[in-house]
């Protein structure tokens, strides 16, 4: 079958996914992903592994369920609460700019190289363990380490809860 006339036969599959995400900000992109996934999804069908329509229901909401995985994703990243109204129930959130010039003696080499990978290049546990050839658990006692050390040398009246 010609992919046009895929799209005319099965184009009510894409909008009722759209529909069914209440994702309508996305709503053009996710019409295009479902286009994308509906031409994946005829290149990649095998007859007789099950019904063509349920396949292709299936490909095209798994894409659209990945890109709003991926939009949420970046925004929780890349924007904070906008306001105190925002904010959550019971949270609140100080700010302190600390030196590590005076903590950074204390670090040993693994607590260094752990708190540069994180701070510059933003890397969890587990790239620096595999770029390390080192287990998840050995990056998170550097790290567990290095948070008790900052949270020991810090000066007494500063409080510190560091969620990383």
């Known amino acids: 079958m010609e992919f046009e006339e895929l799209v005319e036969r099965f184009e009510p599959i894409i909008k009722k996914q759209i529909k069914?995400?209440?994702?309508y900000q996305y709503n053009e992109e996710l019409y295009q992903i479902g286009l994308l996934a509906m031409w994946d999804a005829s290149k990649n069908y095998e007859e007789g592994k099950g019904y063509f329509p349920s396949y292709l229901k299936k490909y095209i909401r798994g894409r659209m369920l990945n890109f709003l995985h991926k939009e949420r994703s970046y925004y929780a990243r890349f924007s904070g609460p906008r306001?105190?109204?925002?904010?959550?129930a019971g949270v609140t959130s100080t700010w302190v700019t600390i030196s590590l010039r005076t903590v950074l003696?204390?670090?040993s080499e693994r607590e260094k190289f752990w708190l540069m990978e994180y701070l510059e290049f933003g890397k969890g546990p587990s790239q620096i363990a595999k770029e390390q050839n080192v287990s998840i658990n050995t990056v998170k006692s550097w790290?567990?380490?290095a948070i008790k050390k900052?949270?020991?040398?810090?000066p007494t009246h500063l409080t510190c809860d560091m969620y990383v």
């Open 20 to 23: 069914v995400l209440r994702a």
């Open 150 to 154: 900052i949270k020991l040398h810090l």
């Open 143 to 145: 790290r567990f380490e």
């Open 105 to 107: 003696p204390f670090f």
């Open 83 to 88: 306001s105190i109204e925002e904010t959550p």
